[in-house]
């Protein structure tokens, strides 16, 4: 009897410690950026943590170690759900979101006017986020349906 005793006043310490961090965490308030995984570039390398800032000059990957990788003119160019190899070292229930990107200087209108087809500073990057932040992240890199006003 007196181990249930035990047992139920531990039961109550770790749910009130619990509660605790909770209570801090709320507190802080969430931060900034949508939480993900990325792999620079799409279909090489490995999946790094990091986070995706949107702005007004377009969205950037921040990796948790390295330097920021800007997704100027960035588009998504299709969504899909990770396979049994990609689950292992990410989120099985995550959803790959592949972008291209072109460089600042495409977005200006400089050299060439193609607009990140093929330039030196474009490329192309994979970012797999959680469902729920899936909206959040399209409407950071938008599809190019997304460009043209329909009539």
């Known amino acids: ?36 995984m990325a792999r620079h570039p799409a279909g090489a390398g490995r999946w790094r943590m990091g986070r995706v800032f949107p702005g007004p000059g377009g969205a950037r990957w921040v990796p948790r170690r390295g330097e920021p990788v800007p997704l100027p003119g960035g588009r998504a160019t299709g969504v899909r759900v990770p396979s049994v190899k990609e689950g292992i070292s ?18 200006a209108g400089g050299e060439g006017g193609e607009g990140g087809e093929g330039g030196a500073g474009g490329g192309s990057i994979e970012i797999a986020v959680m469902p729920l932040d899936l909206r959040e992240l399209l409407a950071a890199v938008p599809p190019p349906e997304a460009d043209t006003p329909s009539p």
């Open 90 to 107: 990410i989120n099985p229930g995550s959803r790959i979101v592949a972008c291209t990107y072109g460089t600042v200087e495409d977005d």
């Open 1 to 36: 009897m007196i181990e249930f005793l035990a047992l139920a006043a531990a039961a109550v310490g770790v749910g009130w410690l619990v509660r605790r961090r909770h209570r801090q965490r709320v507190a802080a308030g969430s931060p900034d950026g949508i939480p993900c």
